[in-house]
């Protein structure tokens, strides 16, 4: 600690949609999770556990979203990962055996082999098959800080014209955390950092200590931060926003510039999904037979085109501890470049998607247990929660950050252009026919109450911010624009059958089997 | 020697399964919620299955639909309504130069009198150098509108500005009506931050961690504070412009898309 002149908050953010599809033996989306559960989540929490075991002195700040930890412990889904597993493991038995002469290609295989083989075990394992759990004695050890989001990851300026469906959107994501942690969350993400004047309110009334905000929500704020982004500020109610630096963050995403695209590390696009012959993958592709990602990957960055060179696992951690020590380098200079005339050590903070590590950058996990490693040795930078910061300085700047999210360019033009601009008029008309109808049922019960609440869970997952976004980047349109359509549909035949007082309940039953999310919702959030 | 550490027990059964065992995926294929293996249940020490889970004691939970039946009662999403015709008009902001406006107009609404001489126009009203709510806006921005249902994006005169909307009837003398209004927004800020001043505020921490699902949420205690003496009294880094946060590449990447 002696020679500590500076802090870094370094905040995860795991999240993916609500994808559950028990009307159909399979569904290509639910690849999300399974490869998000196999490349990222047990990834991360290896090399926490690893951390804790060590007695590194980690504090990883970690926000699991409400929809995220739903499927985590659904039945249906870990079910179908176990099937995933099952598949890939038999996969990559052939291909050992195809490449059994080859000295370069399969050992990879053979690491691929038991990459699946591993996360098979853990999911058999009694123990440690509970993710949520793992976590939670990871939060319990120190090691994590867990925080909450909204309830489906809702862009909340962008819903701000009903304050219910805000409000909403916030409490269940705090309640969700309470009944899956038996904790109060540390903080809130904010969806895409997504911030408003006023918005602070909202957090305060639920309890929520801090967020995340973009760069520029401090630089621009109402008054100049004295700090910069290198120190919290409070909103005028009292919640705490600390701000991305966009420089440090630049470092670990950039596809161009940042670590993940030294040629050391495994390449993202190269699959055997791709490279190998229809005939032989065909099994293990979507059932449409479209070519798609097995996630077997046996080439590394350098090359170009189709000429990548084989992947090496000890080049690639030798690099990944390489770039550890350098972004605990650079880190230490902008402290130091900063801090000058400083009352107070300043905090980088740099949060990010969690998928970036592992799924997106194969390497990432890896990579930021070295990180922790490395700062944890008691150099000039060492890691630290928001919360904790807080505790340490309770007394900051207060001023209303500027809106804006993390978006491209900064503000909404992601999730609010011609292509997805049609979703709002739905969502807002929607949230304000829930809060009628909430006032209009103070005391529902039985099947009543039963629509209520369904009609509450099918309004939050149209309202995720991850529709518009797929819409708006042109990935799986088609299945965005269905899930929009679905659940307003849905919601709004449960709030016509509740107008008539005639609840079919044999639908219902159905679409409760389908969308069996937070079944602890009770749909006067809304009033 | 039949396996006896749990290690072992895994590494048997992986080997049976990576062994040929390919009508397992069938056999999962039907799995049904009720039909887990109790080792995919979460363990019951934590929240999520620790048997207080609001969810089982519901007589419905136990009711699994299969595939087919499940599908048919699902159906395919209906397209939404195109209009609502509830009379409403509704401003967003987009980036801190431009506005979405979306509105909805019931047919058949009275109309002022003379409003066949006029025309129904959506009016943005620029509220940004008001000092009171009642003060007429100083300016304001007309665009005609040819449809009941519809919306525009619409440029602002500048970042960090206040906005309303409403949509009437207008004649050609410059007279108004308004039929309907909006909220008020405010855009971001684009170039500078605010000319406020230095405020510095404790919060003290309240509240347990441990504190009960359904507790009112703690509320911190929150003072003005003075500056810290040693606190720089110029911004530590210029403001900057906000900056693209990841390539497209990246973002397709996220959310698993």
Known sequence: MGDERGLIALVLHAHLPWVRHPEYPSFL?????????????????????????????????????PTLLAMLVDPLLRARYLRHLESRLELTERERHRLRNDPVFEPLAARQHAIFGEAWRRMNDPGGAD???????????????LMTTTATHGLLPLLAQSPAAVKAQIAVGVAEFHRAFERAPVGMWLPECGYYPGLDRELAEAGVRFVCLETHALTLAASPPVYGVYAPIYCPAGVAAFARDAEASAQVWSATTGYPADPAYRDFYRDIGFDLPHEYVRHYLPASGERAATGVKYHRIAGSGDRKEPYDPALARATAARHAADYARRCAE??????????????????????LFGHWWHEGPLWIELLCRELGAGGAVRMIAPDAYLDAHPTNQVTEPNAGTWGAAGHHEVWLDQSNDWIYRHLHRDAERMTALARSHPEAEGLVR???DQAARELLLAQASDWPFMISRGTTVGYATSRVTAHLGRFARLADALERDAVDEDWLHAVESADNLFPALDYRVYV | MPPRSFDEICGYALELVVGGLRGLRDVLGRVIVDDEPSSLRPSAARGYGNGRDPWQPRAHADRV???????DALGTPAPLPHAYADDRVVLLTRDPHTLFAYWDLAPGTPEPAGAASARLVLRIHDLSLL?????RPLRHHDFDVDRLVGSRYVPTDGSGGTYR????????????????????????????????????????RLGSSERAPDAAPARPAVTEA????????????????????????????????
């Open chain 1, 450 to 452: 039963r629509a209520l």
């Open chain 1, 131 to 145: 993710l949520i759990g793992a976590f939670a004695d990871l939060a319990d050890a120190g090691v994590l800080h």
């Open chain 2, 165 to 204: 909307a409403e949509i009437g009837w207008r004649w050609n003398d410059g007279r108004f009506v308004a039929r309907v209004r909006s909220g008020t927004i405010t855009t971001a800020r684009a170039d500078a931050p605010g000319t406020g001043p230095a405020r510095w505020m404790t919060v003290a």
């Open chain 1, 334 to 355: 902008t402290v130091d470049r900063v801090g000058a005339g400083f009352d107070r050590p300043p905090l980088i903070t740099v949060p990010f998607d969690a998928e």
């Open chain 2, 226 to 257: 003075p500056a810290p003496s040693r606190a720089p009294s110029a911004p530590a880094s210029r403001p900057a412009a906000p900056a693209a946060r990841a390539p497209s590449s990246e973002e397709q990447h996220r959310r698993g898309g």
């Open chain 2, 131 to 135: 000092d009171f709510a009642d003060a």
């Open chain 2, 65 to 71: 639909a299969d595939e087919p039946s499940l599908r």
């Open chain 1, 29 to 65: 989306e639910e690849l999300w999770l399974f490869e998000a559960i196999t490349e990222t989540y047990l990834p991360l929490l290896d090399a926490f556990e690893r951390l804790a075991r060590d007695g590194v002195g980690a504090q990883v700040t970690l926000s699991l979203s």
